[in-house]
Each structure stands twice: as C-alpha cells, then as structure tokens.
C-alpha cells in the first residue's frame, strides 16, 4: 500500500505574521511611563458617521439571503460615488455585463483575487517592491511566481498574467501620476496582463491629487483586463464593517461573481445598506479627511524637526520616514519614548531603512507622539 500523500498546510506556505515580530518593540512602548501611542496599524479610531450607522439600522431587519452582486441600489451608489469622486466615468451598474462588484472587505478581495481569477502555478504576479503584504499572500496562496517591480524595465523578458499596483502606496504614500499609469495601461494590454490597481487610499491625497486607473485620462474609457479596488475603511471609517467593492473589466467581474457566489462571498444586507448611506453622503468624507489632515501636519513637523527624512507620503494614511539607518534601530527610537511604528521591512526589502508612521490616531494621541519625538 502506498503512503497518504502528505497534506500542505495553506500556512505554510505563507509568511510570519508580520505583526508577531513587534512584540518586544511592543512591549518597550507599553511600558512608557505615560503609556504607548500605537502609529502601528491603519485602523481608524473616529467614529462612524451618524448616517452611516442610520443606514446600518435601516437594513437591520432583513432576514433572506443577501446577493454576490449586491442590491441595484448599491451598484448605482458605487457607479455614482466613483463618477463624482473620482471622475470615472462609463461604468454600468447592471447585474449581467455590470463593471462594479462588492466585496467583503478589499483584504479578502485582494488575498484571494490571484486563486479566483485562476493564477497558479506557472504563472507570474508582478507587485511593487514596497508593497501590502497581502498581495505576497495571495500569490502564495494560489501558488504563482512572485516578482517585485517598481517599473517595466524591472519586468524584463518576464510575462506576467496578474499586475498588482497601489497608489497612494502602502506603504509610502507615493501617488502614481495620469502619464505613469497610461504607460502600465499601455504595457499591459500590449501583453495581455491583468492590472489589479488598489485605489483604497484615493480619497486621502495631500501633495499631489490620486487618478484611479479607470480615469479616462488613462485607460481612455476602455476597462478591459483593469479592476480597481476600492474601499470604506479609510475615508468613512467602516473597516470594522468589512465593505469595498471591484471596478472594471465586465468579463472579470463576471468570472469573479461566477466563484465568489459558489464560494458565498456576499455582503451582509445590513452592511449593504450602511454602504450606501456612506457612498451616498460626501460631507462625512471630506470632514474626515481634514481630520488626517491636521494629524499628518502635526507629525511630519515633529518628525522632521526631529532629524527624520520625510519620502514620498504624497497621498494616504501614513508618513514614511528615515534615519538612514535599519528600520529596527528607528522602530526601537521610538517604542522607548512610546510610540509604536511598523518597520519598512514588513513591506519589501526596499524598506530597510524607513518606517511607517500612521496618522490613525486620535489628535491628543497625535499630540502626545509629537511632543516626545520633538523631546
């Protein structure tokens, strides 16, 4: 009789956790006399909009089983909110041949969207070099070939099938321009590469102003083999209500809502409902927006006050920072005054030497942070 066939654990085949190895840096900031001010993670800390919550309630009472595809009136408010916020234009809200799906949460979307759009073994999924870890773990997990890359000329002889891009980056906050985007568009369709473009920053830029992938000024209306990614998370503070959604190319959306309504990927009803509320009311948006605003001003001044080189940052929650010196060292600078920072090598190897400040904080929090930096 021959043996079973060893089975492969989906955990081994993925990378520490990074947060697990901030334990100690973790427990030095905690012990601060005053106590620790967490800049590590981008969970937001404001409240929910009152509206937001109104429409939450609303759709509270719906016993039946929501839909992969979400209601009509989800599918016009995301149509509607990425015309008005973001000047995409020609999306279609339908159910059959429609260019917007939700998504239950983009951490989700993003970890499986290599294994749903069926990228495995012999295929190859560009990232940047400074990139989500989640990105990493999606291509792990559907067992495709990983290669890091910041432009074509990185790419090479190789031929890839999956692209993911991210602008405002995480986690540096660079902004990718209308000229650099319509040369990846051009690239890709030239060679028949799938552009997951991350857009759940494109609401926060402070520098310079975020152009989706789908802004006709880039792909000239023409969504073929682009998906942008989209989320609540940031800009309306609904991470805890896992909501975001895919825009693009109607044949993959189709292919993704064929798997994602086997596999019972659908959006509470309830949430659905908050979704709406939230795509539906700017004013909510913008107040939180200056909200990160006043933060990010407060810490860029103490960081760079305090000898810190401030790069890129143009756009998202978070500044990336250097001393010129390892990550580690600067992360330890700071857990002894109290203050927790994520390492830049969580991110890519190309982050050695910076760290990820976040602006996920309440002000006094932010205050607080500044003041011991400065010293």
Not at 336 to 343: Q, T, Y
Request: charge should be negative; glycine fraction near 10%; aromatic fraction near 6%.
């Amino acid at each position: 009789m021959s043996a079973a066939r060893k089975r492969v654990t989906p955990g081994s085949l993925l990378p520490q956790f990074p947060w697990d190895s901030l334990t100690r840096a973790k427990a030095t900031a905690a012990a601060h006399e005053e106590g620790m001010v967490n800049l590590s993670v981008g969970t937001p800390v404001d409240e929910v909009a009152s509206i937001i919550r109104q429409g939450l309630s609303e759709g509270a009472a719906a016993p039946g089983y929501p839909q992969t595809v979400g209601t009509p009136e989800l599918r016009a408010a995301i149509v509607a909110a990425m015309a008005r916020r973001y000047g995409v234009t020609g999306l279609e809200s339908a159910v059959n041949g429609g260019n917007v799906l939700p998504v239950i949460g983009t951490k989700e979307a993003i970890g499986w969207l290599p294994f749903l759009l069926g990228v495995g073994a012999g295929h190859t999924v560009v990232i940047p070099e400074l990139a989500y870890p989640t990105y990493e773990v999606g291509v792990r997990i559907a067992g495709a070939e990983l290669l890091r890359a910041d432009s074509l000329t990185q790419i090479g002889p190789a031929s890839p099938t999956l692209m993911f891009i991210n602008s405002p980056g995480n986690p540096n906050g660079k902004v990718l321009g209308v000229e650099h985007l319509r040369k990846v568009v051009e690239w890709a369709r030239a060679r028949d590469v799938i552009v997951a473009s991350d857009e759940c920053y494109l609401g926060l830029g402070w520098t310079e102003q975020p152009v989706s992938i789908l802004d006709p000024r880039v792909c000239d209306g023409d969504f073929t083999n682009l998906l942008a990614i989209h989320s609540l998370s940031k800009t309306s503070n609904m991470a805890s209500y896992r909501t975001g959604w895919f825009a693009g190319d109607a044949d993959l959306i189709a292919e993704l809502v064929s798997v994602r309504r086997h596999m019972g990927l659908m959006m509470p009803g309830p949430i659905q409902h908050a979704t709406i509320a939230a795509l539906n009311d700017d004013s909510h948006e913008a107040e939180q927006k200056q909200r990160y605003s006043d933060r990010r001003e407060i810490l860029r001044d103490a960081l760079v006050a305090a000898g810190f080189r401030v790069d890129d940052s143009e756009g998202g929650l978070y500044l990336w920072v250097t001393r010129g010196e390892d990550c580690w060292q600067t992360v330890d600078w700071l857990a002894e005054r109290g203050i927790l920072v994520a390492p830049g090598s969580f991110y890519g190897p190309k982050g050695a030497q910076h760290v990820r400040v976040g602006l996920t904080a309440t002000l006094n929090d932010i205050e607080v942070a500044a003041a011991r930096i400065r010293g």
